[in-house]
């Protein structure tokens, strides 16, 4: 059983654009949707991105996301200090009898 | 505004069970196309996925905890619950649930989660 591979870290400047990048396989981002979770510390996950692109409602438009084959990528455009938070990437995978399988998260800092 | 809260012991011995309710407010617990499902975080580490159910009935367990892992439903009270037999330290972590919305289960799209509650494995 295998999960999604994130970098642990990642960082940027005030309105700089980061990238987090998100690796599975072909039993999961290869072939069902992709979804990304925003949690700041000591709070509950919120869900950022949903089915490979779409943002939910109040999530500004400075997050978006895009999947290739079995990768995806989060994309932060002018960045703000209160993106500082850690960043999870979800799929469900066709493997064994199915699961949701999480990425290790990527914990974003704003210098 | 549908809300969830996580309910049950802070503390449980190792290798006695695990029990939390989350209990859904503003909102249906039978309202499709929902399941109610369980993710933890062990502390300071990232999530995982537990299980969902259905209000039918129906559920779905990860493969690494199935074993060990009952969650049921009671539509009369709008609640889920989730037992974890067996447990050790490597159980401790923050327990979340949360609404998955999916036609088919088979989806990683929570849209709605409860606060969290901490649960502490002792020996």
């Known amino acids: 059983q295998s999960g999604l591979t994130q970098p642990p870290s990642a960082s940027g400047t005030p309105g700089q654009r980061v990238t987090i990048s998100c690796s599975g396989s072909?039993?999961?981002?290869?072939?069902?949707?992709i979804y990304w979770y925003q949690q700041v510390p000591r709070t509950a996950p919120k869900l950022l991105i949903y089915?490979?692109?779409q943002r939910p409602s109040g999530v500004p438009d400075r997050f978006s996301a895009s999947t290739s084959g079995t990768s995806a990528s989060l994309v932060i455009s002018g960045l703000r200090s209160e993106d500082e938070a850690d960043y999870y990437c979800a799929a469900w995978d066709d493997s064994l009898s199915g699961y949701v399988v999480f990425g290790g998260g990527t914990t974003l800092t704003v210098l | 505004q549908l809300q969830l809260q996580e309910s049950g012991p802070g503390l449980v011995k190792s290798s006695e069970t695990l029990s939390l309710t989350c209990t859904v407010s503003?909102?249906?617990?039978?309202?499709?196309?929902?399941?109610w499902g369980w993710i933890r975080q062990p502390r300071g580490k990232g999530l995982e996925w537990i299980g969902r159910i259905f209000h039918s009935g129906d559920t779905y367990y990860n493969p690494s905890l199935k074993s060990r892992v009952t969650i049921s439903v009671d539509t009369s009270k709008n609640q889920f619950s989730l037992k974890l037999s067996s447990v050790t330290a490597a159980d401790t972590g923050v327990y979340y649930c949360?609404?998955?919305?999916?036609?088919?289960?088979?989806?990683?799209?929570?849209?709605?989660w409860g606060q969290g509650t901490l649960v502490t494995v002792s020996s």
């Open positions: 949360a609404r998955q919305e999916s036609i088919t289960g088979t989806a990683a799209h929570f849209d709605s």
């Open positions: 089915r490979n692109n």
């Open positions: 503003g909102g249906s617990i039978s309202s499709s196309p929902y399941y």
């Open positions: 072909s039993s999961n981002i290869g072939r069902n949707y």
